[in-house]
């Protein structure tokens, strides 16, 4: 054993068993912040799951689910933390919570639309959880800086992703411009919910990334993306929002039903 | 301290060594070439209390092969007779591939897939803006002819290139 390896020290745990096995409990606040980044993951990654087999060409397929995996990671490391506070599994918070009881931004249960809805919504999820790793990766609370630091470097991959299918679909064909429009139109409305303050991220001060911290960081990254495309920065009407209390879209409830049957059906089951 | 003492911390000594060696041992269930030492995924070793420890990082947050790496590292010490075995997964610092040695990148190119050029702070994910990608080298004729068909290959650790030399497509190992 040489001097300089590092230590593991107890939180810095990563797989789901590993963190239920860490004695250190997250706080009620900081597990309820934790179960939003893990459900904002969660319901981004079965989203875009749907796309394996179906996406316009096969690279596509391999990358959209590469990326679903990757978001499935970030979910199971904050589920399994949060969960840490109540008692409870990765998997009990997954497939056993109602609809109401989800945390995530509206953003992440839009539907997945066409394939340029889709690169839409991912423009707009990885700036901002480009922007809210960043930030994370510094926090006072060792897990949620280990997870946002190993979370960054992918979802960097993510953003050039959503990057390059942005420029190709506005460059494009007057059919692909006048699509990833489109998609815009139906997805922009739900950004201003990512970047709101709350009394929890208030209350978590140097533990939680101030949501509204995040706001400057993106509108830049995204705005020099939006000039090299010729498009406007997309205005107007802002949806309610309400992710983070429990509100939701008309589309999550159905989400939930595909995502949760198999495991309330047979409730333990493996293979 | 006794000299009973010194000779258990030597003989405890030795045995994180042989825990090391063991878990060194391990493949990547994918890149069977590659031991979990190559890949930088072998962080620590220890031997206390009666039990062998084993910390492994994560390559990639999803990646299914990490639950494998883990249970091969259990029964390969198990084999060797350490009863009680103990497997952790680190995630800080993260898992970077300047952790690769020089001789997987070798055993890599052998393989078939190109190993990772260059260093990860050079890549874009730095937070500088200078984005500096190198030419990656095809593995089959070792031209440097090579284009990027997709960043996102066949595992979260690799993208799919192809060379405009020989026209093979082949896998290569991102820098990361």
């Known amino acids: 054993m040489s001097e300089t390896s590092f230590q593991v020290s107890v939180g810095e745990a990563f797989t789901a068993e590993d963190v239920a096995e860490a004695a250190e409990k997250p706080t009620e606040q900081v597990a309820r912040y934790a179960l939003r980044l893990g459900d904002d993951a969660l319901i981004l990654a079965q989203q875009l799951g749907w796309w394996v087999a179906r996406a316009p060409e096969l690279e596509e397929d391999v990358a959209l689910t590469n990326i679903a995996l990757d978001q499935l990671g970030h979910a199971r490391a904050f589920l399994s933390y949060a969960g ?10 997954a497939y056993f919570r109602g609809e109401s009881e989800f945390v995530n931004a509206q953003l992440f249960e839009q539907p997945n639309g066409d394939f340029a809805q889709t690169i839409a919504r991912q ?5 901002f959880q480009f922007e809210l790793y960043r930030q994370l990766q510094g926090s006072a609370n060792a897990t949620l800086a280990a997870i946002a630091a190993k979370a960054l470097k992918e979802v960097d991959y993510h953003r050039d992703h959503a990057d390059q299918w942005m420029l190709r679909l506005s460059l494009g064909t007057d059919e692909s411009r006048r699509r990833m429009l489109r998609g815009l139109e139906v997805i922009w409305p739900f950004v201003e919910e990512l970047f709101r303050d709350d009394e929890l991220t208030d209350s978590l001060k140097g533990v939680a990334a101030a949501p509204s911290s995040l706001l400057e960081g993106f509108e830049k990254s995204t705005a020099a993306v939006f000039a090299r495309c010729e498009i406007e920065i997309p205005a107007g009407f802002v949806a309610r929002g309400g992710g983070r209390l429990g509100q939701h879209t008309e589309f999550l409830g159905h989400l939930l039903a595909e995502m949760q049957v198999l495991a309330r059906e047979h409730p333990g089951a493996t293979w | 301290m006794s000299a009973v003492a010194k000779s258990q911390l030597s003989r405890e000594h030795s045995l994180a060594e042989r825990v090391w060696k ?16 190559d890949l930088g995924v072998l962080r620590e070793a220890d031997f206390a209390d009666g039990t062998a420890k084993v910390t492994l990082t994560p390559t990639y947050s999803g990646c299914p092969a990490m639950d494998t790496m883990k249970a091969d590292v259990e029964s390969a010490l198990k084999a060797e007779g350490f009863d009680k ?3 952790k997964m680190a995630l800080a610092p993260a898992w970077t591939t300047d952790w690769m040695s020089e001789e997987g990148k070798q055993k ?3 393989f078939g897939i190109a190993p990772p050029t260059g260093r990860a702070a050079l890549g874009r994910t730095a937070q500088g803006k200078v984005s500096l990608s190198l030419q990656v080298k095809c593995p089959h004729c070792g031209s440097l002819n090579t284009k990027e068909l997709t960043r996102f290959g066949s ?6 290139y192809s060379c405009n030399a020989c026209q093979e497509p082949f896998d290569y190992f991102k820098v990361h």
């Open chain 1, 84 to 93: 840490l506070a109540w008692g409870k599994t990765e998997d009990d918070l």
């Open chain 1, 123 to 127: 423009f707009v999820a990885s700036h």
């Open chain 2, 22 to 37: 063991i878990a060194a041992t391990v493949c990547d269930p994918e890149v069977p070439v590659l031991t979990i030492e």
């Open chain 2, 85 to 87: 075995v103990e497997v």
């Open chain 2, 108 to 110: 890599l190119s052998e």
């Open chain 2, 155 to 160: 595992t979260s650790c690799k993208a799919l």
